[in-house]
């Protein structure tokens, strides 16, 4: 006979219900069944792991009082993040609003269509007892019109149905805010991958929506995956794994998650049954599939295989790391390769996103200036907070970081005969440092230990690349790393239209310069971001910017016009001598009789 388990009342227990869906407020309640002594302490993170910038979450609780056995107890705010209750001995309850109008994957949104939310947002901390289990008690709405949501989050079920209202429960506070919840009446699909339940959630009306291709291609996507980590096993590292996505007019992003993701993606981006059947997905669908395999592959590459700063994250302040262009970059470099991998897209239609990259890695004279290594570090107050001046100053460690993994996979494979590649490199990462993370061994890995296993396990001296493209800010030299594997990458400046080479925006008050390029005509003639454009040698600027190349295109590169414009309400005249496209188009291909590209199959077979 086997003894009912004790009931004991879990240490930290929340609840929460969306409680205004017009006012967008969730109520929430936390009870610390044993508060410290000497007056508990509660915080809201500064920031959610994924998203590296400092977004004071706390400025959006409204409300906020604390009791405990019925009577009130006093609450002093000791920052922007944090409150303090006064001692009491037993249980102590505090009540808050959130308000929660933000529609990103970062935070929290909600109204009469639907609610989410990330842990960050809504989830007050209990400083000094994170480690123990947290509950959550998700309450549905009053709101007769909600009678049929549901509820979607890969945080385990203690008593809920799955996809109900009801308890919810993490081991530790970082597991409780690591699982984004959505509820509403979205719609459902779901596939198995290597014995593993994967849901996807689409939240945002999107007509004719082809589930099934979603589900037959997404299902490809994370199978390969999987099977890239655990080749021998195809052990997934999760239970369990949820594609929360919100459909909108136009919106593009993801956030990754231990077992789930949370995305926003245009609705044109996603499959319709009406649409006539091809086989490989139009532009739009491959952005979104992107976009899913990117964040997939992040539960392997930054859930668990992380920086050492991160192992634990400090929630309140900045964690600084010179290695995004690892976890967010090699990613960046995997996602479209996975597509690949997958038999989703074509190995030519993977060499004309990369050539996509390369162009948009040139544009800026800011990869000149700043080293990837230099932008993660910065990345939250740099990439993270661009201004009109970001081209000129910054380098994406995401764009720039996925051509390093190509330098790398193309430099070892080249060196080793193809024996080695980046493959076995996030192999060993893996190995080392990522299965076991969640398994009581949460280690990160170091900028040192990362440059020694990358040499010890591909058995080549890859210092210069560190040194170079990591540390230092060359142009990786894509044409030479080709050159051995019968790649050929053109660059083309043909079609050079004079252009001002700036940003070209609209708003009410016009044609408005977003940015204006170092070195170009623009920046030449004395042109600024923010300057509203009224006429081009006396030619109106009608407020549409594609009249502007409209009227460019009457003149050659090298004319000289002179563009009126607003700057503060007062009128400018500037002379500008046109210049052609600076950055050239760049055509990466596979030379005639050659059968495969490399580092688009595992070097070893299957
Ligand atoms: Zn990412």
């Not at 999987?226 to 590292?237: L, M, N």
């Not at 976009?291 to 964690?319: G, M």
Request: proline share 6%; glycine share 8%; with cysteine.
């Amino acid at each position: 006979m086997k003894k009912a388990p004790q009931k004991q009342p879990p240490a930290i227990q929340y609840t929460i219900v969306p409680k205004d869906l017009a006012g967008h407020l969730f109520n929430v309640t936390v009870t610390v069944a044993e508060p410290s002594p000497d007056g508990q302490v509660f915080a809201l993170p500064a920031w959610i792991p994924g998203s590296y910038m400092i977004r004071e979450f706390a400025r959006n609780i409204v409300r906020i009082r604390a009791e405990a056995g019925g009577a009130a107890v006093g609450l002093t705010k000791l920052d922007k993040h944090a409150w303090q209750a006064a001692p009491v001995a037993g249980p102590l309850t505090l009540h808050y609003e959130v308000y929660a109008w933000d529609l990103s994957v970062r935070a929290a949104h909600l109204d009469q269509t639907h609610g989410f939310f990330n842990g960050t947002s809504v989830f007050l901390r209990v400083v000094g007892q994170e480690a123990r289990p947290h509950q959550v008690d998700i309450q549905r709405p009053g709101d007769p019109a909600t009678r049929t949501w549901r509820v979607a989050t890969a945080l385990p079920e203690a008593g809920a149905k799955r996809y109900g209202f009801g308890t919810y429960i993490a081991a530790d506070y970082d597991e409780l805010i690591d699982h984004p919840v959505e509820m509403g009446d979205f719609a459902l699909g779901g596939f198995t991958a290597h014995g593993v339940r994967h849901d996807i959630v689409i939240t945002g009306r999107v007509p004719n929506l082809d589930m099934a291709r979603l589900e037959k291609d997404l299902k490809a996507i994370c199978e390969t995956q999987i099977a890239f980590f655990e080749p021998k096993t195809k052990k997934a590292p999760m239970d369990r794994y949820v594609f929360l996505t919100m459909v909108v007019g136009d919106g593009y992003g993801g956030l990754e998650h231990r077992a789930s993701t949370a995305l926003i993606c245009s609705r044109t981006d996603l499959p319709s049954t009406a649409a006539p059947k091809t086989a490989e997905p139009n532009e739009g669908y491959i952005k979104f599939l992107g976009l899913c395999s990117h964040e997939y592959f992040h539960t392997w590459n930054v859930k668990r295989i992380k920086p050492a700063v991160f192992a634990p994250y400090d929630l309140q302040v900045e964690n600084y790391t010179p290695l995004l262009w690892l976890f967010e970059g090699f990613t960046s470099y995997y996602d479209d390769l996975m597509l690949v991998r997958s038999g989703i897209i074509s190995e030519a239609t993977y060499f004309k996103l990369l050539g996509k990259t390369v162009g948009s890695v040139l544009r800026g004279t800011g990869r000149t200036k700043q080293s990837i290594a230099d932008s993660s570090f910065d990345a939250w107050s740099k990439y993270y907070r661009q201004d009109e001046n970001a081209p000129n100053a910054i380098i994406s460690y995401y764009t720039k970081g996925s051509l390093v993994g190509l330098a790398f996979d193309l430099t070892i494979r080249a060196k080793t005969g193809g024996a080695k590649s980046l493959d076995d490199i996030m192999l060993a990462l893996w190995d080392r440092y990522g299965r076991d993370f969640y398994k009581g061994s949460p280690r990160g890995v170091t900028e040192q230990e990362v440059e020694s296993l990358f040499d010890e396990v591909s058995g080549v001296r890859l210092k210069t690349i560190f040194d170079r493209y990591i540390r230092g800010t060359e142009d990786i030299p894509l044409a030479k790393l080709y050159a051995p594997f019968s790649v050929k990458v053109t660059e083309e400046r043909k079609n050079a239209k004079p252009s001002l080479d700036a940003g070209i925006g609209r708003d009410a008050a016009g044609v408005k310069l977003t940015q204006v390029h170092e070195g170009g005509a623009a920046h030449q003639a004395g042109l600024s971001a923010g300057d509203i454009l009224i006429a081009v040698d006396g030619l109106r600027v009608n407020g549409n910017p594609s009249n502007l190349d409209q009227l460019f295109a009457r003149y050659r590169v090298g004319d000289t016009v002179t563009v009126h414009a607003f700057r503060r309400d007062e009128l400018m005249a500037f002379d500008v001598t046109l210049l052609g496209d600076r950055v050239p188009c760049v055509q990466v291909s596979i030379a005639p009789g050659t059968r495969k590209g490399p580092a688009v199959k595992r070097p070893s077979a299957s």
